[in-house]
């Protein structure tokens, strides 16, 4: 569906994408909302999020040589934003079923793509 629209990208680490892509997986075959796949969701959600913080927010800033003062209050809002998203996603995901649990496997699966060969 994603390919058939505009849309923005963020890299992620290929270290990042294959644990991504392996913890989908996994989750998919134990096929339970239960504690511990809610658990390593809310870690991978956590983390990608992390790393679209940085690249949308930060990275614009280090391109423009952005100062150690700026950089600091940067960091700060982002984490205060991260702390917010965390509560909000924890609070969803303990609420989880079975198929909820599928759809967001199917959700990251599908906005997780390789790099184009150069």
Do not use: C
Request: glycine share 6%; no cysteine.
């Amino acid at each position: 569906m994603l390919k058939q629209q505009s849309h923005i990208v963020a890299p992620i680490p290929d270290e990042l994408r294959t644990r991504a892509l392996y913890t989908v997986e996994q989750l998919r075959e134990r096929g339970k909302a239960d504690k511990v796949a809610i658990d390593q969701l809310f870690d991978l959600i956590v983390e990608l999020t992390d790393a679209g913080l940085d690249f949308f927010f930060l990275e614009p800033l280090r391109r423009l040589n952005a100062g150690n003062m700026m950089m600091g209050m940067a960091k700060m809002g982002i984490s205060s934003m991260l702390k917010g998203s965390k509560m909000v996603v924890h609070k969803v995901l303990k609420k989880l079923d079975d198929r909820s649990l599928a759809a967001i496997l199917d959700f990251i699966a599908e906005i997780i793509h390789e790099p184009e060969p150069a």
